[in-house]
């Protein structure tokens, strides 16, 4: 009985603890991105890395073969890094590198999108320049999601 007693005790003290002072961070270096991107150059800087990941999928072995491997377009040769996709069963799945991958790689393009839109709003650019480069970082963020319903289907 004092054993079940003791366990009681011990689920109750952890139940109703909390973390927060652990999740709480501190920035000891006092350094953060603001500057940066408060200046024209650094929000410049930050829309110009929104093009960045879609280096990774133009012109990239990985990129053919997930779209137009093992279609009339493309046909697997002797040196195919990537032979499952000229199948197109349902073989694939979430495991695959690649698939993981490409997976994280547009999600950080629209993350970096996303940051770019919001110091956009703030940033020390003439007006027409800066609807110009929110209008870019639209553009490549919906592009973005594209390429994810494109290859991924609608569940996105």
């Known amino acids: 009985m004092k054993r079940n007693s003791l366990i009681y005790i011990l689920f109750a003290a952890l139940l109703f603890t909390s973390c927060n002072d652990f999740l709480k961070e501190t920035n000891y270096s006092g350094l953060s991105d603001d500057p940066f991107y408060d200046s024209e150059v650094g929000i410049e800087a930050l829309v110009n890395s929104c093009y960045t990941p879609s280096r990774l999928w133009y012109g990239r072995e990985g990129g053919a073969s997930t779209t137009e491997l093992g279609t009339d377009l493309f046909l697997k040769g002797g040196d195919c890094k990537h032979p499952q996709y000229s199948l197109h069963d349902l073989n694939l799945n979430s495991q695959d590198l690649l698939v993981q991958v490409y997976w994280a790689k547009f999600y950080e393009a629209i993350n970096y999108c996303n940051t770019a839109l919001v110091r956009?709003?703030?940033?020390?650019?003439?007006?027409?320049?800066?609807?110009?480069?929110?209008?870019?970082?639209?553009?490549?963020?919906?592009?973005?999601?594209?390429?994810?319903?494109?290859i991924w289907g609608e569940s996105i």
């Not at 320049?129 to 973005?144: D, Q, S, T």
């Open 120 to 150: 956009l709003e703030t940033a020390p650019l003439k007006e027409d320049v800066r609807k110009r480069r929110m209008g870019e970082v639209c553009f490549l963020r919906a592009f973005y999601y594209w390429h994810l319903t494109e």
